[in-house]
């Protein structure tokens, strides 16, 4: 039986980034279910907050994901959720440029890269 945290996250999870969230939760269950819980919890608690929108949470995370510049898989599914929260393909290439000014231009291609992968997937 799962906790009321972990449904709320379960639910949040699915309303940001849709089958791609629930695809990497599903991928950890052979390896870490345990992780994958709390995965879920920790999101549903950030998600939930109220004092930003899903597509500003979406937008920072997308330039968050960019600067590091070695989480292409997790910059994918987040950049599949600005789209399901309202963030336009203009506006996720405008972060992932603006990137450059902060992680350098390797991020920024990168991030491109990721971002040009998920809107032909859509």
Not at 55 to 68: F, P, Q
């Amino acid at each position: 039986m799962k906790s009321d945290r972990y449904k709320k996250g379960w639910e949040k999870l699915k309303e940001v980034d849709g089958s791609a969230g629930e695809k990497v939760i599903e991928s950890l269950k052979d390896i870490a279910p345990e992780f994958a819980d709390i995965l879920v919890e920790s999101f549903g608690d950030f998600y939930s907050r109220k004092n930003l929108d899903l597509k500003s949470r979406e937008i920072a995370t997308i330039a968050a994901l960019t600067v590091m510049g070695n989480a292409a898989p997790q910059l994918k599914v987040h950049i599949h959720a600005g789209l399901n929260v309202g963030c336009t393909k203009e506006e996720i290439v405008e972060v992932i440029m603006q990137m450059a000014a902060y992680g350098g231009f390797p991020c920024a291609l990168n991030g491109l890269f990721a971002a040009k992968e998920v809107f032909n997937e859509n």
